[in-house]
């Protein structure tokens, strides 16, 4: 079973996924115990292609308080635990204009911290109202359904 540790709630709002990865991630020192207790933040997060690897810059794990003097920088690059093909594929699609690769979540699976990933391009901002007006027309069709339900008058208990 996974337990989710961290997500990137604006990644869905501001990009439109188009192919989402799997990878593990290489962490060092007490960043494991870190990321378990919850102190991690994908919030500025992203990934880039280097030397035929993938890294994810940006991905802040907070130093673990009770670790020794031996510290990491918080946002330091981390390597991306993927197969050649998937490097590849990932590679290829971001070096067309307009996709980039951006972190989703980053969930323990088997003991070992994944980070889910995802190819996107960037919405417009019509787009993002577009999605906004949809979103609110069905949160009031469904006001509209229960308030039909409901004898009007007070309410029982």
Not at 41 to 47: D, M
Not at 96 to 101: E, P
Not at 125 to 133: H, Q, T
Request: no cysteine.
């Amino acid at each position: 079973m996974d337990r989710v540790v961290a997500t990137n709630r604006r990644a869905r709002y501001e990009y439109e996924i188009l192919q989402t990865y799997d990878a593990g991630l290489v962490l060092a020192g007490a960043e494991v115990k870190s990321l378990r207790a919850g102190r991690a933040s994908l919030g500025e997060a992203y990934g880039a292609p280097e030397g035929g690897e993938i890294f994810l810059y940006n991905f802040h794990i907070t130093r673990y308080d009770k670790s020794p003097a031996f510290h990491l920088d918080p946002r330091r690059p981390r390597k991306l635990l993927l197969s050649r093909a998937e490097i590849n594929r990932i590679a290829r699609a971001i070096s067309q204009k307009g996709v980039t690769l951006v972190p989703l979540k980053v969930y323990f699976s088997g003991g070992y911290a994944k980070v889910e990933i995802a190819l996107a391009r960037g919405k417009k901002k019509y787009d993002k109202r577009d999605k906004i007006r949809e979103k609110d027309e069905t949160i009031q069709d469904s006001r509209a359904v229960t308030d039909k339900d409901e004898p009007r008058g007070r309410r029982r208990r």
